[in-house]
């Protein structure tokens, strides 16, 4: 990161409408260990929330980097195009953060398009970067959401590579199992917001194909689905798979 100029450091004071404890950045981060001060001025930073609509998109590639967003409500599917085909690569649920990609080239890669009504907390990167400098905590939690981001990219080049299709969805569905826990939301029973063709752009598979392994799981007794609810019944066999 590089430091931003500034001839004294000033947060903007948090606006009155906005109190909401799920969108501030001390809950995108997961963390539970950052002092009292620097979360005070982690929420501080949450400037503004912003609507976007099923369909819309929040960014496009190309767009100036110059915020990340946190996920407050709604699910989004992150989008590049090649040859004039969209190809999905990633999905972001509500707690998660969205747009850290952008910090590498100064401009987003991708397309950001939600998959339902949802909203977003806008976290300007320059306040977000003096912060780091103020307290190392959040400047090793914002390292440490951007790992995360090299390791899902790494994470998807193994589905790809190495995985069958069968595995593929299960590793899938195990993925976003753990993030639904993770933010507080049942592990075994959730409803996909993307559409079959979405997952399987995102996994390298056919429609045809997710939706024979989706089957496939719902006779071997490991998951039941009810149009986009799923609901695990063998968490363990589907680990094994």
Known sequence: MTRSTRAEQTYPERPPVIDCPICSL??????????????????????????VRRGETLFRAGDTFKSVYAVRVGCFKTIIFRDDREQVTGFHIAGEPLGLDGVYAGRQNCDAVALEDSQVCVIPYDLLENLCYDFKAVQQHVHHMMSGEIVRGA??????????????????????????????????EFNLRMTREEIGSYLGLKLETVSRMFSKLQRDGVIVMKGRQVKILDSGKLAEL
């Open 26 to 51: 001390s809950t995108i981060l997961m963390s539970t260990r950052l002092p009292g001060a620097s979360l005070g001025q982690l929420d501080s930073i949450v400037c503004t929330r912003r609507l």
């Open 155 to 188: 994470h998807l080049m193994m589905l790809l590579g190495t995985m069958t299709a069968e595995q593929r969805v299960a590793t899938f569905l195990i993925n976003l199992s753990s993030r639904m826990k993770a933010r507080g939301y049942s592990a075994a």
